[in-house]
């Protein structure tokens, strides 16, 4: 069976973005619904309700034709989210010496990776999320965005980041003004988590 990850913050302790109210309803009933689902169409499969949920997706192809589609939407909803919430923090943290020297190299600085990813998350029409993966073959992150709750189906890219462009990210908050959104997030990203992902991949 899969299950909702323990959070690593604190809601109450964030000041943008997020708050207790905002996260009961987006981790509490958004993430549970698609956890819920992805449990329900699986019933009847026991071996991959013990798989692992990034493996399931990666060879969706060799799903059931009966639950694929539940599983691609509610298991990539489940994978996402869980990401998203792993790259959260209400502590200060900056990137590591290795990550800034990679932001440093292909971005030239973390003001300017802020800026172009937030000006690719802008570019999302409906729902979908902002990445940042750190591309195996030509050793360069690279910004992705992915449409509804699809992850990043190559494997020579390895995510390192992500942010949630669903309107329920930002609407109770911000409305309409998924800039302000953008810009606020950078102050509650988790920078030793980010880091630790990326060093995963040297
Ligand atoms: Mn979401």
Known sequence: MFTLPKLLFNPSKLTVCMDESI???????????????LNAALKDYPE???K?????????????????T???NNGGGHYNHSFFWEIITDK?????AKLLEQITKDFNSVENLQKEVTAKAMTVFGSGW?????NLKNKKLEIINTANQDIISSTDLKPIFVIDIWEHA???????????FLQDFWSIVNWDAISAKFEDCL
């Open 23 to 37: 996260m009961d309803i987006h981790y509490g009933k958004h993430h549970n619904a698609y956890v819920t689902k």
């Open 48 to 50: 991959l309700l013990n």
């Open 52 to 68: 692992n949920i990034l493996d399931i997706l990666l060879n969706k192809d060799s799903l059931p034709e009966s639950i694929k």
């Open 70 to 72: 539940a599983v691609v």
């Open 92 to 96: 200060k943290t900056d990137p590591s």
């Open 130 to 134: 902002t990445w940042l993966a750190y």
């Open 170 to 180: 930002y609407y109770v908050k911000y409305q309409n003004r998924r800039l302000d």
